[in-house]
């Protein structure tokens, strides 16, 4: 069945440093993928989205890379704040927008 | 939050007791979605509504049923409770080709 899972389920960095998030998904069909944060105590809030028409996808310190071929999207966050300590999910979309989560990749941030 | 509220935001409750969760929004987005989030699960979808009085089922529906008989409030109903569907419950809209936004959530703990 379909699935969209995460490679690791902690990841630890330092304050400044560049994070990189990685997410993989089964379905050759998917067109759309979106990156959720979750706060502790708190509903998913969306980061940055893409279509498998385009391969990058740049927002506020946030890059959402997708490779097809590998069915593999990543999350980039330049110069981690303290602020983003969170846990990060991708998300699969498929029709009537039902989503497909990970089960989920908690970011530490280290001061 | 698109306006998203959610009640009760937290409930105990006996097995076999009916327990009703209440989201209601403010946005008037077509689309809402509940959710359930346990650990080593993310979130799974139970229930989903494309309109008034339009519901389809989700990935995991067994014991839940829900209504929609206005577009702004979407009822979870657990008809039964039982201590497997202790979990937190997030509400979601979207309206047309936009983004999901998620609500605060209701912890329900099913003793």
């Known amino acids: 069945g379909e699935s969209v899972g995460l490679h690791l389920p902690t990841l630890s960095v330092q304050e400044g440093d560049n994070s990189i998030i990685n997410c993989a998904y089964s379905?050759?069909?998917?067109?759309?993928f979106i990156w959720y944060k979750q706060e502790s105590g708190k509903g998913p809030q969306f980061i940055i989205d893409i279509r498998s028409n385009m391969d990058k996808r740049q927002g506020q310190r946030v890059t959402v890379l997708l490779n097809k071929t590998v069915k593999h999207l990543s999350l980039q966050i330049a110069a981690t704040q303290p602020g983003d300590s969170a846990v990060y999910f991708c998300a699969d979309e498929g029709p009537g927008g039902k989503l497909i989560f990970g089960q989920g990749t908690e970011l530490s941030v280290k001061p | 939050d698109a306006g998203i509220t959610q009640s009760p935001r937290h409930k105990v409750t006996e097995t076999g007791t009916p327990v009703t969760l209440r989201c209601h929004q403010t946005?008037?987005?077509?689309?809402m979605y509940w959710y359930r989030q346990d650990p080593g699960h993310g979130l799974r979808l139970i229930h989903y509504?494309?309109?008034?009085?339009?519901?389809d089922k989700g990935e995991v529906s067994d014991g839940y049923s829900v209504s929609r008989s206005k577009t702004e409030d979407f009822l979870l109903t657990l008809e039964s409770a039982t201590s497997s569907q202790t979990s937190v419950y997030f509400c979601?809209?979207?309206?047309?080709?936009?983004?999901?936004?998620f609500g605060p959530g209701t912890r329900l703990t099913v003793l």
């Open positions: 946005e008037n987005h077509r689309y």
């Open positions: 979601a809209t979207r309206a047309e080709y936009n983004e999901q936004f």
């Open positions: 379905n050759s069909a998917s067109d759309y």
């Open positions: 509504s494309y309109g008034v009085k339009d519901t």
